[in-house]
């Protein structure tokens, strides 16, 4: 069955026709692989304290070697599985622990750290299969299912589905013996507790923190294999598909094996029972929508309604110097460098550079929200709903989209500002993913065109135009550093209590700055619909967020000129070879923080 994009998967073609109870039956084995992803998540942030947010790219590399190693390389199904789970996967988990996260922890860094090292791996993962296996999605990966059916209570239940039942029940059973051991069980709770401790108490943390990353990187790769044959395989789509199931680990707060088993097998069949339900017209293009994103759903859902996790205590984070005045406007050579090149680039060469100016707005918008001690993972939600308003709205489209981003930050901002810094960052980022699937990707609310406003008609002048609006963001952004106001701000940032001591609102600073960056977001939106001339979902897809975080992050978050250059690097690779700044990009994010010392990462997440 072609799947809707986001659908983690649809049915088996026999169930199609069936029953309620048939099709239960085919959600069982949605739910099963869901839930063995889930697990894979748990086992590392249970003994490590660190989400690892890059197991859907684990999982798609996972499925594209196991394609690679049988169709391109001959190699027997059964001899890959083994080679990738037994020996790859984990060597993988070892790395990066070693090379990354056991770094970042003995170096106090914060959450956002760990979670931009995450995106890191993620989008370096996604451009080498884009490099070495193209964009293009592939049909053929080999199952590792077997065929045929049993009947069970007048039911035909594929071999298939029971086989991943009883997958995910031996790794289920697996975690909860090693988590009631007398070695590891001691051990795992002690971490839990006070990491630091238990290893100063000489208990194997370490070695527990190298099996959790292992454990999680298997059992992520094991998920992507089972799904290789069943989707289309390509980069982008096929992690953002794992991705999507994050929802049931946070259902179970992330430490609660039972609970994400629970959500996942639930989830599985409630897509599976919709498929049943049948609605004309316009609500059933939106049950449509629902059911082929059911687990998108679900994450927006726990995200909101979960409680908030348990979180390693409050780490350390350097914030980077802010530079004077005459430093920041000595450093806007990128823009008068930009006017220049609009006057005299060759026409042909006019249409790439358009896209810089809007890249760089949108990397300024996380400069604001570094300010307050802010990071968001959703930065695509504004980005595209500014360019839906702009695309609708031509003659106003600018001033419309800063506004319904800002009103979108607002609403999206008041209900959570007083949650946890990864209980906000996972809100975000479920934010992106809702607006991705329920809004950019359905035709119902995308726009056919983007024409620009009349007296932006000219190529020429409208990159003038963008250099013009790019230094006023960036001019409009100088009282976040200096002056009363950057005072204030800083002092939210750096301590919390010191703040409400001297009677600062925090809660309401945050949500103003929130507000303020999602404006600048969306207005960055717009001129990238004008810049591209139609709305394009794929431009603004949760993946691509991280991808601007993760440059953002790496050049320095608190530097307009930094960031403009990026932009610029980033449109300039890409224009070159498509996909290349992803690669680039995802080596920086993991490098560039440790030549220039403590990783630079601000406090808090929403």
């Known amino acids: 069955m072609p799947r809707a994009p986001g659908a983690l998967v649809g049915p088996r073609p026999e169930a199609m026709s069936a029953g309620a109870g048939q099709l239960a039956v085919a959600g069982l084995g949605i739910g099963a692989v869901a839930g063995l992803s889930g697990l894979g998540v748990i086992a590392t942030y249970r003994v490590t304290g660190v989400l690892n947010v890059a197991f859907g790219a684990i999982g798609m590399m996972g499925a594209f070697l196991l394609r690679a190693a049988v169709r391109d390389w001959g190699m027997p199904t059964a001899v890959a599985v083994v080679l990738i789970l037994l020996v790859a996967a984990p060597l993988f988990g070892l790395l990066i622990d070693a090379a990354i996260f056991r770094p970042l922890q003995q170096r106090a860094a914060g959450v956002a750290a760990e979670l931009t090292a995450g995106f890191g791996i993620t989008v370096l993962l996604v451009g080498i299969a884009t490099a070495v296996w193209g964009s293009g999605a592939r049909t053929d990966a080999p199952s590792l299912l077997p065929a045929g059916s049993v009947q069970l209570g007048g039911l035909t239940v594929p071999v298939g589905v029971l086989v991943e039942l009883g997958l995910l029940a031996v790794v289920a059973a697996g975690l909860v013996l090693l988590a009631r051991g007398r070695t590891f069980g001691v051990a795992i709770r002690a971490v839990v507790d006070d990491r630091g401790l238990a290893e100063l108490s000489g208990l194997p943390a370490r070695r527990l923190g190298r099996l959790g990353w292992a454990v999680g990187c298997t059992l992520a790769a094991a998920a992507g294999m089972l799904l290789a044959a069943q989707l289309r395989l390509d980069p982008v789509t096929f992690t953002l598909v794992l991705f999507e199931t994050l929802g049931v680990v946070v259902a179970a707060r992330l430490v609660n094996p039972a609970v994400a088993i629970a959500v996942a097998l639930a989830t599985g069949i409630g897509q599976a029972e919709l498929i049943g339900v049948q609605l004309g017209g316009r609500p059933g293009e939106v049950l449509a929508a629902v059911r082929s994103n059911l687990f998108v759903a679900v994450l927006l859902v726990a995200v909101w309604v979960a409680p908030a996790f348990q979180e390693a205590r409050e780490r350390v984070s350097v914030v980077p110097r802010k530079g004077t005045l005459a430093e920041h406007i000595g450093g806007w050579w990128p823009v008068v460098a930009l006017g220049v090149a609009a006057a005299w680039l060759r026409p042909q060469d006019i249409g790439t550079a358009q896209l810089i100016p809007p890249l760089a707005v949108v990397l300024l918008s996380f400069r604001a929200l570094s300010s307050v001690g802010l990071v968001s993972l959703g930065q695509t939600a504004f980005v595209g709903a500014g360019a839906l308003v702009a695309a609708w709205t031509p003659r106003f489209g600018l001033i419309a989209a800063a506004a319904a981003g800002a009103l979108l930050g607002l609403l999206f901002a008041l209900p959570v500002a007083r949650k946890r810094p990864l209980h906000l960052a996972l809100t975000t980022l479920a934010l992106a993913t809702a607006a991705s699937r329920f809004m950019f990707e359905q035709p119902l609310f995308t726009p056919p065109f983007a024409h620009r406003p009349g007296y932006l008609s000219g190529d020429r002048v409208f990159l003038l135009a963008e250099v013009i609006c790019l230094g006023a963001v960036a001019f409009a952004l100088l009282p976040l550093d200096r002056g009363w106001v950057g005072r204030r701000l800083a002092a939210t940032r750096d301590s919390e209590p010191a703040a409400r001591m001297l009677g600062g609102d925090v809660e309401r600073i945050r949500v103003l700055v929130f507000t303020g960056g999602a404006a600048?977001?969306?207005?960055?939106?717009a001129l990238?619909?004008?810049?591209?001339?139609?709305?394009?979902?794929?431009?603004?897809?949760?993946?691509?967020?991280?991808?601007?975080?993760?440059?953002?992050?790496?050049?320095?978050?608190?530097?307009?000129?930094?960031?403009?250059?990026?932009?610029?690097g980033m449109v300039a690779a890409d224009a070159a070879i498509p996909g290349a700044s992803a690669i680039i990009v995802g080596i920086a994010a993991l490098t560039v923080p440790w030549l220039r010392g403590e990783p630079v990462q601000p406090k808090a997440a929403l």
């Open 520 to 525: 600048v977001a969306a207005f960055g939106g």
């Open 528 to 568: 990238w619909v004008y810049a591209a001339g139609a709305f394009d979902a794929s431009d603004f897809d949760p993946l691509r967020g991280l991808i601007w975080l993760a440059a953002a992050t790496a050049v320095g978050i608190s530097s307009a000129p930094s960031l403009i250059l990026a932009a610029a």
